[in-house]
């Protein structure tokens, strides 16, 4: 058998989170699992009525009033619910768990901000009553186009703890984009940076920002959130937040909205391969024990522990960074490019703020093993216990890169889950040990598995499903009556099973590994990206007839590329190519251009005359297409093999 990359001291093993859940459950039920994962993952599910009430009296959260710990248990997944009289306030959760110095800030300029826990609560305190003075109430939609900054985390508790509904956009979003996803919601009032830092540059985003507030017709009011030391002055806002939090006639007293564990609490984006992104609702309570369960047992993260995930506030690890303070515990925050000014400026800050847990994605450090950057040798990351990666898969020469050339003695979690679920199925486990690009283990209480095309278990590359609910499944989608269009996105592949829409497999390790996506989802960096916002770019242009779009595993990830069938006397030449990548670029984002645009004749289709983007994805990889008799002209495929320049 291999040997591991790193296992766990023994002193490590005793103190860890996981070790002291083991001690609760034998104390308080006799529960006796002797360290054994595997038994308490089994108990998790087999019993998860016992397992759930459980985990939310172990890791303390708060609850109101008379309940129940009950699962409403039914014959199809989708339509279970956890605790549904369970009064709980995710704010209240996390304002009152805050410690001293909850939230560190830094940039990519150098600019630090540490706020304490009495200028938070003070903050959101005025700005939770300031929303309900102007009329905002619970369940109604309120929208940020946000940098990753405290005043982000700050409106979003506030805009939590009356009960209204959160969605953000990361400010590089273009126009279209963020209307594609604003639009469904109908937000009631919105939030915003006219600026922000990327790369060394200054962007200036106070234009897009009047358009898309234009075009938003059901926004009654706006407010600007100043970017830390750097503002742009407009006029295109009501009222900006340090008016606010200035104001000294605001009561600062928090009086926490009644909210239960399935009310709403935000509406995060999936982009899907048709028509606009889906919006899918959370609960309230099903992130906040899945955050915590995750963050708590399989990271270890401990009482003032100091936890980072790069990320933007459109990515669900914002979503899942925040629920750190929840567990007493702080976080930093960056906005920036990861590698400016220099390739390993995350590290100096992880080395300056003494980081306990430090979380990327996947290409983050694939790109620093290319950079043959020596971290080891450049930093010390004494207090640095846990790694994070997840976004896409980490691969075996990222496993050993870490511990060649970061640090020996850490544990390395690659997790995986997604948008859809705001939390993880497979994870890492503090108490065993790391094999190189193997996740380690199946979440607590989510039951995972691995099926063949028949619904089968098998241990070859099949997909990743979940056979049993969990408590951050979504509510559902925003204005999918009976649930027509959630069901069909999760459960249509296996019945009353949900698909992930990922290819994996089980290890000789008895761990996981994930290759990528099974679906035409574009999964380029670990950001996912539905085809159907670059098609509606491409099709705008009178040279193209049709397109399709695939991605294409390159270098340990997937890199997009577009296909086109160009109309009469039009050819492909540089000068289209620009456009299209610039058009590309303004309306959706950077991450969604097409790193090879290529001309063909034809682009095949199913009997039903449905683009097949799948033959074509698997064509360019080599892979075996399985259905091939469902194409009406599969000839055409010979086109797409052995292309020069997909070789570069």
Same mark, same amino acid.
């Given at each position: 058998?291999?040997?591991?990359?790193?296992?766990?001291?023994?002193?490590?093993?005793?103190?860890?989170?996981?070790?002291?859940?083991?001690?609760?459950?034998?104390s308080?039920?006799?529960?006796?699992?002797?360290?054994?994962?595997?038994?308490?993952?089994?108990?998790?599910?087999?019993?998860?009525?016992?397992?759930?009430?459980?985990?939310?009296?172990?890791?303390?959260?708060?609850?109101?009033?008379?309940?129940?710990?009950?699962?409403?248990?039914?014959?199809?997944?989708?339509?279970?619910?956890?605790?549904?009289?369970?009064?709980?306030?995710?704010?209240?959760?996390?304002?009152?768990?805050?410690?001293?110095?909850?939230?560190?800030?830094?940039?990519?300029?150098?600019?630090?901000?540490?706020?304490?826990?009495?200028? =938070?609560? &003070? !903050?959101?305190?005025?700005?939770?009553?300031y +929303?309900? $003075? %102007?009329?905002? /109430?619970?369940?109604?939609?309120?929208?940020?186009?946000?940098?990753?900054?405290?005043?982000?985390?700050?409106?979003?508790?506030?805009?939590?703890?009356?009960?209204?509904?959160?969605?953000?956009?990361?400010?590089?979003?273009?126009?279209?984009?963020?209307?594609?996803?604003?639009?469904?919601?109908?937000?009631?009032?919105?939030?915003?940076?006219?600026?922000?830092?990327?790369?060394?540059?200054?962007?200036? =985003?106070? &234009? !897009?920002?009047?358009?898309?507030?234009?075009? +938003?017709? $059901? %926004?009654?009011? /706006?407010?600007?959130?100043?970017?830390?030391?750097?503002n742009?002055?407009?006029?295109?806002?009501?009222?900006?937040?340090?008016?606010?939090?200035?104001?000294?006639?605001?009561?600062?007293?928090?009086?926490?909205?009644?909210?239960?564990?399935?009310?709403?609490?935000?509406?995060?984006?999936?982009?899907?391969?048709?028509?606009?992104?889906?919006?899918?609702?959370?609960?309230?309570?099903?992130?906040?024990?899945?955050?915590? !369960?995750?963050?708590?047992?399989?990271?270890? +993260?401990?009482?003032?522990?100091?936890?980072?995930?790069?990320?933007?506030?459109?990515?669900?690890?914002?979503?899942?960074?925040?629920?750190?303070?929840?567990?007493?515990?702080?976080?930093?925050?960056?906005?920036?490019?990861?590698?400016?000014?220099?390739?390993?400026?995350?590290?100096?800050?992880?080395?300056?703020?003494?980081?306990?847990?430090?979380?990327?994605?996947?290409?983050?450090?694939?790109?620093?093993?290319?950079?043959?950057?020596?971290?080891?040798d450049?930093?010390?990351?004494?207090?640095?216990?846990?790694?994070?990666s997840?976004?896409?898969?980490?691969?075996?020469?990222?496993?050993?890169?870490?511990?060649?050339?970061?640090?020996?003695?850490?544990h390395?979690?690659?997790?995986?889950?997604?948008?859809?679920?705001?939390?993880?199925?497979?994870?890492?486990?503090?108490?065993?040990?790391?094999?190189?690009?193997?996740?380690q283990?199946?979440?607590?209480?989510?039951?995972?598995d691995?099926?063949?095309?028949?619904?089968?278990?098998t241990?070859?590359?099949?997909?990743?499903?979940?056979?049993?609910?969990?408590?951050?499944?979504?509510?559902?989608?925003?204005?999918?009556?009976?649930?027509?269009?959630?069901?069909?996105?999760?459960?249509?592949?296996?019945?009353?099973?949900?698909?992930?829409?990922?290819?994996?497999?089980?290890?000789?390790?008895?761990?996981?590994?994930?290759?990528?996506?099974?679906?035409?989802?574009?999964?380029?960096?670990?950001?996912?990206?539905?085809?159907?916002?670059?098609?509606?770019?491409?099709?705008?242009?009178?040279?193209?007839?049709?397109?399709?779009?695939?991605?294409?595993?390159?270098?340990?990830?997937?890199?997009?590329?577009?296909?086109?069938t160009?109309?009469?006397?039009?050819?492909?030449?540089?000068?289209?190519?620009?456009?299209?990548?610039n058009?590309?670029k303004?309306?959706?984002?950077?991450?969604?251009?097409?790193?090879?645009?290529?001309?063909v004749?034809?682009?095949?289709?199913?009997?039903?005359?449905?683009?097949?983007?799948?033959?074509?994805?698997?064509?360019?990889?080599?892979?075996?297409?399985?259905?091939?008799?469902?194409?009406?002209?599969?000839?055409?495929?010979?086109?797409?093999?052995?292309?020069?320049?997909?070789?570069?």
């Amino acid at each position: 058998m291999e040997k591991p990359l790193w296992k766990p001291s023994k002193s490590r093993l005793e103190e860890s989170n996981l070790y002291n859940f083991y001690n609760f459950l034998a104390s308080k039920d006799g529960l006796d699992f002797n360290n054994n994962y595997e038994e308490l993952w089994n108990w998790s599910i087999k019993e998860s009525f016992n397992f759930w009430p459980k985990l939310i009296d172990f890791l303390d959260i708060k609850t109101g009033g008379a309940y129940q710990l009950n699962i409403n248990f039914k014959d199809k997944i989708y339509d279970q619910s956890f605790f549904p009289n369970l009064e709980i306030n995710y704010a209240e959760n996390i304002l009152l768990s805050l410690n001293d110095e909850p939230i560190i800030f830094r940039n990519e300029l150098g600019i630090r901000q540490v706020l304490s826990k009495t200028e =938070i609560q &003070e !903050k959101v305190g005025k700005l939770s009553n300031y +929303l309900k $003075s %102007i009329g905002i /109430k619970k369940n109604d939609r309120i929208v940020a186009v946000a940098a990753n900054t405290p005043n982000t985390i700050i409106s979003f508790l506030a805009v939590n703890s009356i009960g209204a509904i959160w969605s953000s956009c990361s400010p590089d979003f273009g126009v279209d984009a963020i209307l594609d996803r604003f639009s469904q919601i109908e937000p009631v009032a919105i939030m915003f940076t006219n600026s922000y830092h990327y790369g060394g540059k200054f962007i200036d =985003i106070s &234009e !897009k920002n009047i358009e898309v507030m234009r075009r +938003l017709e $059901s %926004i009654k009011h /706006k407010f600007l959130m100043n970017y830390p030391e750097m503002n742009v002055t407009t006029n295109n806002f009501d009222i900006d937040l340090e008016t606010i939090f200035t104001n000294k006639d605001l009561n600062k007293e928090i009086l926490f909205e009644k909210t239960y564990f399935n009310d709403p609490m935000y509406i995060l984006y999936s982009s899907g391969t048709t028509g606009k992104p889906k919006c899918i609702i959370h609960n309230t309570g099903g992130p906040l024990i899945q955050h915590m !369960k995750e963050q708590q047992l399989h990271c270890d +993260l401990k009482k003032n522990d100091k936890i980072f995930y790069f990320t933007t506030c459109g990515w669900m690890m914002w979503n899942w960074l925040i629920t750190a303070l929840s567990s007493n515990a702080s976080i930093l925050l960056y906005d920036g490019s990861p590698f400016f000014p220099q390739k390993d400026s995350l590290f100096k800050i992880a080395e300056e703020e003494k980081l306990d847990i430090f979380g990327v994605s996947a290409k983050y450090i694939d790109a620093l093993r290319n950079f043959q950057i020596s971290i080891k040798d450049n930093f010390c990351l004494e207090s640095l216990k846990c790694i994070l990666s997840t976004g896409s898969p980490l691969s075996s020469d990222c496993f050993k890169y870490v511990y060649e050339s970061i640090k020996e003695d850490v544990h390395l979690a690659s997790i995986s889950g997604g948008t859809d679920i705001v939390s993880c199925f497979v994870a890492g486990n503090p108490n065993l040990p790391v094999y190189s690009g193997e996740i380690q283990v199946k979440c607590l209480g989510v039951d995972a598995d691995i099926f063949d095309e028949h619904g089968n278990t098998t241990k070859d590359k099949g997909e990743l499903v979940c056979k049993s609910s969990i408590p951050s499944m979504p509510i559902g989608f925003w204005n999918d009556p009976n649930k027509k269009k959630y069901i069909t996105s999760y459960f249509s592949t296996f019945e009353n099973i949900w698909s992930q829409g990922d290819f994996a497999q089980y290890t000789i390790n008895s761990g996981i590994v994930i290759y990528g996506r099974s679906d035409a989802t574009l999964n380029p960096g670990g950001i996912r990206i539905g085809t159907a916002e670059i098609y509606r770019v491409v099709e705008s242009f009178e040279e193209i007839n049709e397109s399709v779009v695939v991605g294409q595993i390159w270098n340990d990830d997937v890199r997009i590329i577009l296909f086109v069938t160009l109309n009469s006397n039009f050819k492909l030449d540089q000068s289209l190519i620009s456009r299209i990548e610039n058009k590309i670029k303004e309306a959706t984002s950077i991450r969604h251009v097409p790193s090879k645009i290529i001309s063909v004749t034809d682009i095949p289709r199913t009997r039903s005359g449905k683009i097949s983007e799948l033959s074509v994805r698997d064509t360019i990889n080599n892979i075996k297409i399985k259905n091939l008799e469902a194409l009406a002209n599969p000839e055409c495929l010979s086109q797409y093999q052995n292309i020069e320049e997909l070789k570069k």
